[in-house]
């Protein structure tokens, strides 16, 4: 029968009693190579009921289940009378009830002595074990993430001096996830132990089984040490504290590195440090280099942070102008036309998209109304002018800044004209090039 409601579900999930709720934070799947029985006792006088909170391995609530014993009962149970048709991985008891609970483990094909462990109680964000010989035997962990959010397991072998030997992060677990871990990843060395440790707490089950001979021979549980959090050398993390000017032109990439960029640590080096570099908008990203998308033009803020190879910083923005891309035209030179009759040499430059520079240019200042302008192949008639009338006036060797208007853009020409307007002629002209 069930006789949970949803709010106390959630209410479990997100509650302090966690710690002192009775729990198996093992079960082997049915078909795996060892087999797992529930031997329940209700060693009380009066009927008792069992509730239970199930999960699969990835941390995921299955459907609550309840069983009850008459007083003085036993009842074997596998992982499937629990949650027919899932993978049970661990459970909770979440009633106070009398009914006593052993779990036994043995390989699949029951060739060796079970092994019998009880429900736990106990959470500690650290646990010590004492390892078995390698080669004689192996230790196994079952591990469950007791905490509310995602966290990092990570194991370590210290000696009996207290020195820390090696480390390795065995698992990233989803909240009430459990992971399985073997310690043959270690140097086999004597007199020393274990440490599994994490931010938040875990419940695990510790095993132990033989290897001499044909399969595990001799299977049983071993000891494991609930200890406080931790304690290290607290490591500062680097501080970005500001960054050079960065600009590129769009269509273009920048790589992004550490030179560029101002950096505080107080007690790591710079080649300690790793610069990463996040995604975010109007730009795309491989590695450390950015690429503005299509068509942008501004400002790219992008985050990065910086690792010592202990803590990260902060996150920090990193500026990036991106200005427009170039027009090919910009700079092209346009020779003018040697004019004997009224004087005019020099050339015309096209310097951004609103100016034409006229350089070394002359001019006799004959001619009525005489103007410069610009045209499309070589078409000057309904071409914008771009200066005042340069009748009357002479020029030698001589700089003008001319406008383009706004209503003209680098599309519209491609030559220039010193032009009589009066009688639509052509004193002298140049196609940019």
Known sequence: MFRFSTWLCLSLLTSPLWAQTRMVPHVTPSAGDFKTELLLVNPSTTEQIL????????????????????????????????????????????????????????????????????TSTRQAVRWRIYPATLGDALDGLAIVNM?????????????????????????????????????????????TWYEVFSPGPLALTALRFSTAGEGARFFWATAAVPLPALVENENQPPTITGQVDLSITAGTSLTLTLDQLTIEDPDNAPEDWVLMVADGTNYTRDGNTITPVDGFVGMLDVPVTCSDGISQSDSYLVQVTVTAAEDPRIGTVATLRNSATYGISGRAVIVDERTIRLENFSYNGGGPDVRVYLGLN????????????????????????????????????????????????????????
Request: charged residues 20%; aromatic residues 8%; hydrophobic residues 40%.
């Open 378 to 433: 070589n078409d000057f008639v309904n071409g914008p002018i771009i200066s005042d009338s340069l009748s009357g006036t002479v020029f030698n060797n001589e700089t003008l800044e001319l406008t383009i208007p706004e209503s003209v853009s680098l599309d519209d020409f491609n030559a220039i004209s010193i032009w009589c307007t009066l009688f639509s002629i052509s004193f002298s002209e140049g196609t940019f090039q």
């Open 147 to 191: 905490d509310d959010q995602n966290r990092d397991i990570q194991v370590r072998q210290v000696g009996y001096d207290g020195v820390e030997i090696a480390r390795a992060t065995i698992a990233n677990l989803n909240s009430k996830a459990k992971g399985l871990y073997l310690f043959n990843d270690f140097t086999t060395r004597a007199e």
């Open 51 to 118: 509730d239970l909170m199930l999960f699969t391995a990835d941390g995921t609530p299955l459907e609550p289940t309840s069983r009850t014993l008459a007083a003085g009962a036993t009842q074997v149970l596998t992982p499937e009378d629990l949650a027919p048709g899932e993978v049970l991985s661990h459970f909770l008891v979440t009633n106070d009830s009398d009914i006593e609970i052993t779990v036994s483990y043995q390989d699949a094909q029951g060739n060796n002595s079970a092994a019998h462990v009880e």
